[in-house]
């Protein structure tokens, strides 16, 4: 049965119905607000756990198509923009995407790639976090699910490592034999390599679509050049920090390395569906990378992918059926673009940052952008979801940020990294959070204390270091 929880459900709604008949300023029209009630409501929702997101999402389309607000004197053109979410080539390319990881993941091959780093490097603890953190790294590209990623390759390794080396949740001794400093080791890797490539995380594709509307376009290639080089050195210096947060007790991992080894020869050699997962992986990134040179885009490579998995079985068709993150994401993706698309569309997004501008008219964008960037930053603590803070902020700090003057593809690819760094601030902050933080390695409070301070190590590493680095590369 779904968990719904009614006394929140009905405070939103009364949030909601509060918002819709407020008077309409001047400059907007109705249907602005109308949408912005639906669309703060079913933020809020998300964010009080009111309801699981699919059925906010199906509300939310139910009201837009009832109320016809998006075009109010045309009720087909109206339906049909309120349903236009589900055609949108992001919100597939998000789906699509996520049949992908899952052939990582049952081809054993993403596994296979973890082993093999942590055979090389994993003699130490930090070895050990390295080892795991580049398996992040190489699967990043071509797995935009990091739950997928940290919760069904990573995260197994991991914990199956801690407790061969007797660091089980038990009791504050055996965590933090290494449990605690690999668990946070994991987690903010694979935030890290979600903001380093487009494709490392599903919600870098609405930041990309939210740019696109304002007029600024990023490529596959032009995020991962200007995100590579500061993503590089946060994580070869996480693992430090954390290491001097929570240091771990084990000074020596040489069974990691041993047992890493044993599982390797098991193995044996690729198998034919592995072999087939790299080719697939292989034509991808080819694809991502200079499919625009022929106009081909990011959703038709993934559904090239796609075709390839299943035309050599390494997926089948029942696991296409049977993946339901897959689906739940296409519903709620797709009704949260549609109604951010919508807000944009009538004139909000513009008559908001013409607002703001005129009490920040005189703020040189120098200041404006590590503001913003602060502000958007800071304010996840206030989210349990990505994607509805991105969703919920993305568009109009990026219309507001252009407005006084501060270079778009700058502040879109910053606000888009950004979409991934905050996660490290809390237990909730990101996709994988719950999974590794429910092994119960990790309390709250080193959870909060670790991500506060990382947070200051990210935003100087990609402040100070990347605005260097784009300059460098020409961004602005």
Not at 151 to 168: E, H, K, L, R, V
Not at 209 to 236: E, H, N, Q, R, V
Request: net charge positive; proline share 5%.
């Amino acid at each position: 049965m779904e968990n719904i929880n009614f006394k929140k459900l009905l405070f939103t709604l009364i949030f909601s119905f509060t918002i819709w008949f407020l008077p309409v300023p001047v400059g907007l029209k109705p249907e602005a607000i109308y949408l912005l009630a639906v669309f703060l409501g079913i933020i809020l929702g998300i964010i009080l756990k009111a309801a699981p997101m699919g059925t906010l999402s199906m509300l939310a389309i139910a009201v837009v198509t009832l109320t016809g607000m998006l075009a109010p004197d045309d009720p087909e053109k109206a339906i049909s923009l309120a349903l236009s979410g589900f055609s949108n080539t992001i919100i597939w390319f998000i789906t699509v995407s996520v049949f992908i990881a899952r052939g990582f993941i049952k081809s054993g091959l993403g596994t296979r790639i973890a082993y093999f780093f942590i055979k090389k490097f994993g003699r130490t603890p930090l070895g050990l976090a390295y080892s795991l953190s580049f398996a992040d790294f190489i699967l990043a590209p071509a797995i935009p699910g990091n739950t997928a990623r940290a919760g069904g390759i990573i995260y197994p390794i991991m914990q199956s490592i801690a407790d061969s080396m007797g660091s089980t949740p038990d009791s504050e001794e055996s965590r933090h034999r290494i449990g605690t400093f690999l668990t946070l080791c994991c987690y903010n890797a694979t935030l890290i390599t979600s903001a380093i490539f487009l494709t490392g995380t599903s919600s870098n594709l609405m930041c990309q679509k939210f740019a696109a509307d304002l007029g600024i376009s990023i490529s596959w290639g032009y995020w991962a050049l200007a995100g590579i080089f500061p993503g590089i050195i946060s994580l070869f210096v996480t693992p430090v920090i954390i290491k001097k947060i929570v240091p771990p007790q084990i000074k020596s991992t040489h069974q990691a390395v041993t047992a890493a080894a044993e599982y390797l020869k098991k193995l044996g050699p690729l198998q034919p569906e592995e072999k087939w997962m790299v080719i697939t992986f292989l034509v991808l990134l080819f694809l991502w990378i200079a499919g625009p040179l022929w106009k081909i885009n990011a959703t038709t490579s993934a559904f090239v992918g796609l075709a390839l998995l299943l035309l050599t079985q390494v997926l089948t068709w029942e696991d296409v059926k049977k993946e339901q993150a897959a689906w739940d994401s296409f519903i709620w993706f797709s009704a949260l673009v549609m109604m951010a698309s919508g807000l944009n569309t009538l004139g909000f997004f513009n008559w908001l940052g013409e607002l703001i501008k005129l009490y920040l008219a005189n703020l040189s964008w120098l200041i404006a952008f590590p503001v913003i960037v602060l502000v958007y930053f800071y304010s996840h603590y206030l989210f349990a979801s990505a994607t509805a803070h991105v969703a919920a902020m993305y568009a109009v700090l990026l219309g507001l940020g252009v407005s006084l003057g501060v270079p778009g593809t700058l502040l879109a690819l910053m606000l888009g990294f950004t979409g991934s760094l905050y996660g490290t601030l809390t237990q909730y902050g990101h996709g994988p959070a719950p999974v590794l933080f429910g092994s119960g390695y990790v309390t709250v409070t080193e959870w909060w204390k670790t991500g506060f301070l990382l947070s200051v190590s990210f935003l100087l590493i990609w402040l100070v270091l990347g605005g260097v680095w784009w300059k460098v590369i020409g961004v602005f």
